[in-house]
């Protein structure tokens, strides 16, 4: 019997880092054929080989080259050539992963087609429409078939609304699957290699902050009133921050000095971001997969958002929800350094294994006794 043939989909970075512990699992398996879907909406000259080498994946077999333009033109480049892509091959299944563009334009494509979609990180919700994900993640999971989700509040979502209870599968989450696997990696790592050795090296103890949101990077008030949260932090904490590229255009565009005590690097790959955030006192953030992470490894994280789809690490975790008022982002740090934050702990099922459980689950509804019905 031929095997069944499954597209797993990426658009972006963090995609290649969610798809990567499936592949692994996938192999394991070895009742599946799949190929790796580079849609090409972020170009990115740091996933070269040695990229897909630390994932401990083969490269994509399919890159589509379908980035750019405004949220309107890439979501169509991406669906054009899917599309074409699915009626050369037809897959028996398409997993899409997180809320990208990629994932929104290849759910609707696959459906259309009748060719059954798994989405992975499904039923997440800020509750916030003026998120380009938060539209991507509730139109993705109207149409998904099987859904694979991250957090107990994920399933309730879901179900709420309306979704059957037998498509929705608890599994724990790829990120911290992929995360534990690079900390193992990172062990036998030399990292004095690292241009951000010295800085650690220098300080002991310090902080990490990314910030991309924008919401919080676009606006000038809002903006100000961070970086002046930050600088009185850096008076008592060195602080380090790789700085996404609209970032630092803005902080140039406006005008803000961060300070002597807050040193500005550019982003870094995946293997040297966790050898600086995993030994940090503390990470400011808006990013959602870092909250996960830190919770993942029991770092204190102080989240600069009003609301997070990732509530799990807030009422589990090790993340404070603090919005952008700077005196509050001074005062949780302040907690912090005192050794009164937060003591969070590692959420059920994030325990390495989420992957293999998602195979499972894909191998069994492909099965030919089953149908593709949810």
């Not at 069944?4 to 970075?13: E, F, N, P, S, T």
């Not at 809320?99 to 459906?111: E, F, R, W």
């Not at 005062?331 to 059920?348: C, N, S």
Request: hydrophobic share 40%; charged share 20%.
């Amino acid at each position: 019997m031929t095997q069944k043939m499954i597209h797993l989909v990426a658009g972006a970075r963090p995609n290649f880092m969610k798809i990567a512990p499936i592949v692994r699992a996938l192999q394991a398996h070895g009742g599946m054929a799949f190929k790796i879907i580079h849609t090409g909406q972020h170009y990115d000259r740091e996933m070269n080989e040695v990229f897909f080498e630390e994932l401990g994946i083969p490269q994509p077999d399919v890159f589509m080259g379908a980035g750019g333009g405004t949220h309107a033109q890439q979501t169509a480049k991406i669906m054009v050539a899917f599309e074409e892509l699915c009626q050369a091959e037809r897959p028996d299944c398409v997993l899409v992963v997180g809320d990208v563009n990629s994932t929104l334009a290849c759910s609707i494509v696959a459906k259309k087609l009748c060719i059954p979609v798994a989405h992975v990180e499904a039923g997440l919700r800020s509750g916030d429409l003026a998120m380009p994900e938060e539209i991507n993640r509730l139109v993705t999971d109207a149409i998904t078939d099987w859904f694979f989700v991250t957090e107990p509040s994920g399933r309730d979502n879901l179900l709420n609304e309306g979704k059957p209870a037998s498509a929705v599968h608890y599994v724990g989450h790829v990120m911290v699957d992929n995360l534990l696997f690079q900390a193992e990696k990172l062990t036998a790592v030399d990292t004095s290699g690292f241009e951000t050795a010295a800085f650690k090296a220098a300080n002991p103890r310090y902080g990490v902050v990314t910030l991309h949101r924008p919401s919080n990077v676009d606006d000038a008030k809002t903006m100000t009133r961070i970086a002046g949260a930050l600088k009185a932090i850096s008076s008592e904490l060195p602080l380090i921050f790789p700085v996404h590229p609209r970032t630092r255009g803005n902080l140039e565009k406006f005008g803000i000095d961060l300070g002597p005590n807050v040193t500005l690097v550019g982003p870094r790959a995946y293997m040297e971001f966790l050898n600086l955030w995993k030994d940090a006192a503390v990470v400011l953030t808006d990013s959602g997969g870092l909250q996960e992470e830190t919770t993942a490894l029991g770092v204190p994280c102080i989240t600069i958002r009003e609301n997070t789809e990732r509530p799990v690490t807030v009422d589990q975790g090790t993340n404070v929800l603090v919005g952008t008022d700077a005196t509050r982002i001074v005062e949780e740090v302040g907690r912090v350094l005192a050794g009164h934050g937060k003591q969070g702990r590692r959420p059920e099922l994030w325990d390495g294994l989420a992957a293999e459980r998602i195979v499972g689950v894909i191998s069994d509804r492909l099965r030919p006794r089953q149908s593709h019905d949810a």
